[in-house]
């Protein structure tokens, strides 16, 4: 199934669209199982939408029934600018006043063992929050996931040609370099891990997205050579794009 693709004239509608559409899928979690889960995306486009929600939308939802998780992380210490629960924290969660106890952030070290890391965010995965019964071991089953669109057609952490998109059983890997500045560890869901959930929404911005986006549009989310935004394929069938008209395809 081809993905929904909303093309807004500037930034300013489209993020007005994205807070909309977050308080409306959160909502609907709720009122249907008493909770939400939410996947909030790395990188600094995502952070208009973080302040549109504060700004607009503070009081449109019930936050204390939502938990907090994140498509990928830089594994570095927690202080550091470079982490995206930094940005996440000062630019949402924290003027939400979310409760730590509710966001579920990826580890940051000590220890210096990435693998290891990974393997503690996929526990927190099943012990952290509401669990979902539809899930394997009772993991979580995010209702809404925010991602990105690097230029080199990577999302949350899941790079072109990384043998961490042939991943089909486990739900979060460790990334042992990554090859796009800053050169750290990360931490990444898998494509596993974006196929169980029950929607997935894209952020794309600016002309500097289109030519990863043509290609991703125009692929085939089956093929083992499709960049690996393309290959993001909720079993749901629930995906869109939120792009600009510069980030649009000629």
């Not at 204390?64 to 969660?93: I, K």
């Amino acid at each position: 199934m081809s993905p929904v693709v909303r093309v807004f004239p500037d930034r300013e509608s489209l993020t007005q669209a994205a807070v909309d559409e977050t308080i409306e899928i959160l909502g609907a979690a709720v009122a249907r199982r008493g909770h939400a889960s939410l996947v909030l995306a790395g990188g600094s486009t995502p952070r208009a939408l973080y302040e549109g929600i504060v700004r607009d939308a503070a009081d449109r939802l019930d936050w204390s029934r939502v938990w907090f998780y994140f498509g990928d992380e830089r594994f570095v210490d927690a202080s550091s600018s470079d982490r995206n629960e930094r940005l996440a924290r000062t630019s949402l969660l924290d003027p939400l006043g979310i409760p730590a106890e509710r966001i579920v952030a990826m580890p940051a070290p000590p220890p210096n063992d990435v693998a290891r890391a990974a393997e503690l965010y996929e526990a927190r995965l099943t012990e952290a929050g509401p669990p979902s019964p539809e899930a394997p071991e009772s993991r979580v089953v995010f209702d809404l996931v925010w991602l990105g669109l690097g230029e080199d057609g990577h999302t949350a952490s899941l790079f072109p040609s990384d043998p961490v998109l042939d991943e089909t059983e486990r739900w979060v890997r460790a990334v042992d370099r990554s090859p796009t500045p800053p050169h750290v560890p990360r931490i990444t869901l898998t494509l596993a891990a974006l196929a169980a959930a029950r929607t997935v929404r894209f952020l794309a911005t600016g002309g500097s997205k289109r030519p990863a986006l043509t290609r991703v549009l125009d692929a085939d989310a089956t093929s083992p050579g499709a960049l690996p935004a393309a290959r993001v394929a909720p079993r749901t069938g629930d995906l869109a794009w939120f792009i600009d008209r510069d980030a649009a395809p000629r």
